[in-house]
Nanobody, 121 residues
Framework: VQLVESGGGLVQAGGSLRLSCTAS????????MGWFRQVPGKEREFVAV????????DYADSVQGRFTLSRDNTKNTVYLQMNTLEPEYTAVYYCAAGPGRTEYEALYDWWGQGTQVTVAS
């Protein structure tokens, strides 16, 4: 499974961005799509995950209410809508495919190349 992210960039605090991640295929082993983010010098952290089959999404507490994850099964694409962004959300955002909705990155087998999100104050 190959994953291609897009949509990162520079935005002012309070602004919005939408990230996309397109998968080359969907399999039993890639039944869910997750997003993680990483700041230099820190560990990668879970952001959100969605199930392809029923569209149920889970979020990290830090983004609950600000981020919305959705999917378009016809396009094999998930969308991470990020609103009311703050400078502390600056990071490289990665999408990943795994067998189910989980926050544990070790369970994800496929990863995208990452897309930079920079929120200016």
């Amino acid at each position: 499974v190959q994953l291609v992210e897009s949509g990162g960039g520079l935005v002012q605090a309070g602004g919005s961005l939408r990230l996309s991640c397109t998968a080359s295929e969907r399999t039993v082993s890639s039944a869910a799509m997750g997003w993680f983010r990483q700041v230099p010098g820190k560990e990668r952290e879970f952001v959100a995950v969605i199930s392809w089959s029923n569209g149920i999404a889970d979020y990290a507490d830090s983004v609950q209410g600000r981020f919305t994850l959705s999917r378009d099964n016809t396009k094999n694409t998930v969308y991470l809508q990020m609103n009311t962004l703050e400078p502390e959300y600056t990071a490289v955002y990665y999408c990943a495919a795994g067998p189910g909705r989980t926050e544990y990155e070790a369970l994800y087998d496929w990863w995208g190349q990452g897309t930079q999100v920079t929120v200016a104050s």
